[in-house]
């Protein structure tokens, strides 16, 4: 793909040399990423070939910090490679993101939280196993929170519970639509530490290896749309799991989801690549240039051409917004930008689902035929605003709450 009209940033975007290799990398794998992606998704399994491609092309440790070994990414370069995946098959990208947020987290997300000296360094040492078997071993890590209550929502504490034991956890609990399920070497559990009286702020993020006693998948994934996630249904029974663990020290995921918002914009990437991909299919299809169609152009029409601005409108204020977001993105961003970034996740969301329809509607009957992938982007991208913790409606709450209170204000 050289076209900068459907590359993540377009043409005259100030990114760094990094940022444009690791984009380039990710641009190489895609075409392969796309021809597979109707696969999984008939089939409703698990992108494994991608993931190989990923670990060979150094991807799994897109965000272990260079000084471990990996490739350092900071959550903008992140995005806009994930934005990339996403372009080619929306399940891999997103997956991708549970993965790579587990090393985004604790690694250059983490060294911007306040710690004790303590805390620094067993948080330095617990941190080199995990990084370690991303990087030496090729690990993948999946990121169960989900637990069908108000947890995800960041409105309760999780149920999962994390008891203390001579030297380490036991874990009891259950997470649903955990990506990545039976194929994850490591599921990172958010759980509340199991102690009288606890609260949201004694969250803990621990790394349960998949061949742990006591930890069993169940459940079918016959979803809609983002087939190959495999977000399946993982439970816990007396799952013990030693010190080292522990992704993030006591206390550490209750700050960084206060002071570093964006942590939870990851998500959108993907769907910013699904809206992306649309709009190029529609162009390609209207000029009569898709591959094993008939050259048949119906470009001439003015509604086509008519739907198709409509189209670009919608793409190039959602790129607009993705793109100021990632700028944003930063520990202890000032209140414009937090609401911008809930902005941002809306509007990608939502219109990553309407330029697909968009595009069905101009394209007609033949291109929603699932020999062709624009019906699978559009299931796919219906997912999207579901997506906790800052779902389409999540959103908008936030927007309306924050933008009309300051911190502690109430009414009488
Ligand atoms: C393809 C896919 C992959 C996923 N992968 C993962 C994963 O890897 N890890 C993971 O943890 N989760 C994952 N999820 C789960 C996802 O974030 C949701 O938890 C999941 O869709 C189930 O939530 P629900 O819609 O049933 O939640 P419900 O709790 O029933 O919420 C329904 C809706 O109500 C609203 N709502 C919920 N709570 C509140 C509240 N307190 N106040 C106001 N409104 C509220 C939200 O808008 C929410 O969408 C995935 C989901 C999908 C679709």
Same mark, same amino acid.
């Given at each position: 793909?050289?076209?900068?009209?459907?590359?993540?940033?377009?043409?005259?975007?100030?990114?760094?040399?990094?940022?444009?290799?690791?984009?380039?990398?990710?641009?190489?794998?895609?075409? /392969?990423?796309?021809?597979?992606?109707?696969?999984?998704?008939?089939?409703?399994?698990?992108?494994?070939?991608?993931?190989?491609?990923?670990?060979?092309?150094?991807?799994?440790?897109?965000? /272990?910090?260079?000084?471990?070994?990996?490739?350092?990414?900071?959550?903008?370069?992140?995005?806009?490679?994930?934005?990339?995946?996403?372009?080619?098959?929306?399940?891999?990208?997103?997956?991708?993101?549970?993965?790579?947020?587990?090393?985004?987290?604790?690694?250059?997300?983490?060294?911007?939280?306040?710690?004790?000296?303590?805390?620094?360094?067993?948080?330095?040492?617990?941190?080199? /196993?995990?990084?370690?078997?991303?990087?030496?071993?090729?690990?993948?890590?999946?990121?169960?929170?989900?637990?069908?209550?108000?947890?995800?929502?960041?409105?309760?504490?999780?149920?999962?519970?994390?008891?203390?034991?001579?030297?380490?956890? @036991?874990? $009891?609990?259950?997470?649903?639509?955990?990506?990545?399920?039976?194929?994850?070497?490591?599921?990172?559990?958010?759980?509340?530490?199991?102690?009288?009286?606890?609260?949201?702020?004694?969250?803990?993020?621990?790394?349960?290896?998949?061949?742990?006693?006591?930890?069993?998948?169940?459940?079918?994934?016959?979803?809609?749309?983002?087939?190959?996630?495999?977000?399946?249904?993982?439970?816990?029974?007396?799952?013990?799991?030693?010190?080292?663990?522990?992704?993030?020290?006591?206390?550490?995921?209750?700050?960084?989801?206060?002071?570093? =918002?964006?942590?939870?914009?990851?998500?959108?990437?993907?769907?910013?690549?699904?809206?992306?991909?649309?709009?190029?299919?529609?162009?390609?299809?209207?000029?009569?240039?898709?591959?094993?169609?008939?050259? /048949?152009?119906?470009?001439?029409?003015?509604?086509?051409?008519?739907?198709?601005?409509?189209?670009?409108?919608?793409?190039?204020?959602?790129?607009?917004?993705?793109?100021?977001?990632?700028?944003?993105?930063?520990?202890?961003?000032?209140?414009?930008?937090?609401?911008?970034?809930?902005?941002?996740?809306?509007?990608?969301?939502? $219109?990553?689902?309407?330029?697909?329809?968009?595009?069905?509607?101009?394209?007609?009957?033949?291109?929603?035929?699932?020999?062709?992938?624009?019906? @699978?982007?559009?299931?796919?991208?219906?997912?999207?605003?579901?997506?906790? =913790?800052?779902?389409?409606?999540?959103?908008?709450?936030?927007?309306?709450?924050?933008?009309?209170?300051?911190?502690?204000?109430?009414?009488?």
């Amino acid at each position: 793909m050289n076209d900068p009209r459907y590359s993540v940033t377009g043409s005259g975007f100030d990114s760094t040399r990094k940022q444009k290799d690791l984009i380039a990398l990710a641009e190489s794998l895609g075409p /392969v990423f796309a021809a597979r992606a109707g696969k999984y998704d008939r089939e409703a399994s698990f992108p494994f070939e991608n993931y190989a491609d990923l670990r060979s092309a150094s991807l799994l440790g897109l965000c /272990v910090p260079e000084k471990f070994g990996g490739l350092g990414a900071d959550l903008r370069t992140y995005a806009l490679v994930s934005a990339t995946l996403g372009k080619y098959c929306g399940a891999t990208a997103l997956t991708f993101n549970m993965h790579a947020c587990s090393t985004l987290w604790p690694g250059i997300l983490a060294d911007d939280l306040d710690m004790t000296a303590a805390q620094k360094q067993e948080h330095e040492r617990y941190r080199a /196993v995990h990084f370690k078997r991303v990087v030496q071993d090729g690990s993948i890590y999946a990121q169960p929170f989900s637990e069908g209550s108000a947890a995800a929502a960041g409105k309760a504490p999780f149920g999962t519970l994390a008891a203390k034991v001579d030297g380490g956890w @036991r874990i $009891n609990g259950k997470k649903i639509f955990a990506s990545l399920a039976g194929a994850a070497h490591y599921y990172g559990v958010l759980c509340t530490e199991d102690k009288p009286g606890s609260s949201m702020r004694d969250t803990l993020y621990i790394a349960v290896p998949a061949d742990a006693p006591g930890f069993t998948i169940t459940g079918e994934w016959d979803p809609l749309g983002m087939r190959g996630t495999l977000s399946r249904t993982l439970l816990f029974k007396d799952v013990f799991v030693p010190d080292d663990a522990q992704m993030m020290p006591r206390g550490l995921y209750f700050q960084a989801a206060g002071r570093w =918002p964006h942590m939870f914009t990851t998500l959108s990437p993907t769907y910013m690549g699904i809206a992306i991909a649309a709009c190029e299919f529609t162009v390609q299809y209207l000029r009569g240039e898709l591959p094993d169609m008939p050259p /048949v152009k119906r470009r001439m029409y003015p509604t086509k051409q008519i739907a198709v601005a409509e189209m670009w409108v919608k793409l190039e204020q959602t790129r607009a917004l993705f793109l100021r977001m990632l700028e944003d993105a930063r520990v202890d961003p000032p209140k414009d930008a937090r609401l911008r970034a809930y902005a941002a996740q809306y509007t990608i969301m939502e $219109n990553a689902n309407a330029l697909c329809a968009l595009a069905i509607r101009t394209c007609g009957g033949q291109s929603m035929l699932k020999s062709l992938p624009l019906e @699978r982007l559009y299931r796919d991208s219906r997912c999207g605003a579901l997506m906790l =913790p800052w779902t389409a409606e999540l959103c908008l709450d936030r927007i309306g709450r924050e933008a009309l209170y300051e911190p502690g204000e109430a009414d009488d």
